[in-house]
Each structure stands twice: as structure tokens, then as C-alpha cells.
């Protein structure tokens, strides 16, 4: 089981602060450094001191980092055009070394776009398709051929599809609750099917639909990655698991219901319960930034039993 740290800077959080649990992230040997897409917080938090653009600052940890995998959950189609992002990624996975990895879905928080004059799209998955279309096919394009798309959202035309990435296949990451289109979707385009927040009944249902859909698009089982995100909040006593709850505004029985939270005992049984659901990595969103001591337990006490 892979382990990743996956981040929500909206809710608050300076580069700074990122750069050190990215650090922290591959001093203690997790997977992977993973950040959302969003400009403005939720959950009633301030967000101070303001939102940082993911893209930015995954490029500033290509240089600072050396050896994690760096990424989205998810980057929003309605932030960015499919070209830009096609270079834009490129350009980071070259300053990264290969390390990078690309989580696109539609873009959903509407009041963000309202308070940052980004236009939000009645019809948003047409314009997901199209994008993972463009992203992929850009990037596949051999050196010194043109990529041309005239879809109903988006034309190119006599791309010269540059830059390319470091790596010669970037993974795609798709994911999501859709019972039809989204499987579908994660079949033709993508490496990695993630479902967030889900209870291991819903993570065991969905997943058997990527497999059929992976099925009928002709593919091996195994091009396929299956991955959870689940908030993470584990302390070597009750006393400190309240005191991490407390810290991110939630209550224990609550995490302890729709995440992985308690002692490392615990959240150990509780993540092979999701291996045995099909999941093969557990991207553990950590919302208190500051409490480094936090991965420092999991990797100590939950990563190191499941090697």
C-alpha cells in the first residue's frame, strides 16, 4: 500500500509552509506530495494568509525536492485551458526530474470562481473530456507532428504540441463518485482512478465500475491504479487524537466513521480493510499543516507496518 500526503492549502498556508511538509514527506519516505486546486477556503476557516496556485507551487518543489512524486487532486478544468495546462505540466515534470503527475477533474466549488471572475460552465464533464483529450493527445504527439482538435468547447489547430514532458507517459489521474460517465472517462483516459471520502462499501462498489469499464475498453486490469483519499488524524493515545480533531475543527466518532482516525493500531486495520475493497494507495489529507509531529507518527508507527 503506497502512502501519500495530500494537502488543502486554501484552507491556509503559505509556500513556505508547504515547502516544509513536502520536505517532511520525503524525509520520511511517503510516496508522494500532493496539493488541491482551490482559491478559496471552506468550512468556515479565514484561509489567511490567501490561496497559492498549485501549478506555482509545484514547480517551486520540483527544485526544492528530489525524489517524491508531486501532483493534483484535482486540478480544475475551469481554471485553466487544456493547452496552457498541457505546457504548464510539462514544464514542471522537465524541473522535477519526471516526478509529476496530473489530477484533472471539472472544477465544482462555484462561490471561488464568483470571487475570482473565473467563468463557471453550466456543462462542465463535455469540457473534462475534451480536456483530457487535448492534454494527452499534445503530449503523445511525436516530435515534429502537429495536433489539431475541433471539439465543441475547444479548437487547436497545427499545434506543434511542446514541450514534452520528462517522463514519456505522465500519469492521469481521474476520480470521483459518477456512476456512468466517470468510469467510462477514467477507462479511455487515465492511470489512476481516485475516489475521495468514500466508506469502504462505496469504494468496493465504484471500483468494481472502473474495472468493467476498464474491461470493456480493452485494457490490461493492471493499467489501471485504484486509490482512496481519506482524512487522516492518528495520535498514540485518545488524548492526542482529540487534541488533532480538535486542531482541524472535527469530531473523533466522525473521523473515526468517514476516515482514518485513533491510534496507529487502528488506522493500520482500518487501511487494510480498504486493501481488501481494492484500494492500492491511500492519499491521507493532512489539514493541520503545522503539526509535522503528526506525519512523523504515521510514517513511524502506520507506514512502516504496511511495507
Known sequence: MDLRIFTEPQQGATYDTLLKVAKATEDLHFDAFFRSDHFLSMGG???LP????AWITLAGLARET???RLGTLMTAGTFRLPGVLAIQVAQVDQMSGGRVELGLGTGWF?????AYGIPFPKEKFGRLEEQLAIVTGLWSTPLGETFTHQGSHYQLSDSPALPKPAQAKVPVLVGGHGAKRTPR????YADEFNIPFASLEDTRRQFGRVREAVQEAGRAPREMV???????CVGKDEAEVARRAAA???QVDELRANGLAGSPAEVVDKIGRYAEAGSERIYLQILDLDDLDHLELISAQ??????
Open 45 to 47: 476557516t479565514d484561509g
Open 50 to 53: 490567501g490561496p497559492t496556485d
Open 66 to 68: 528530489s525524489r517524491i
Open 110 to 114: 462555484e462561490e471561488e470562481h464568483t
Open 185 to 188: 472517462l477514467a477507462a479511455r
Open 226 to 232: 485504484y486509490s482512496n483519499a481519506l482524512v487522516a
Open 248 to 250: 482541524i475543527g472535527r
Open 302 to 307: 502506520v507506514q512502516s507496518q504496511l511495507s
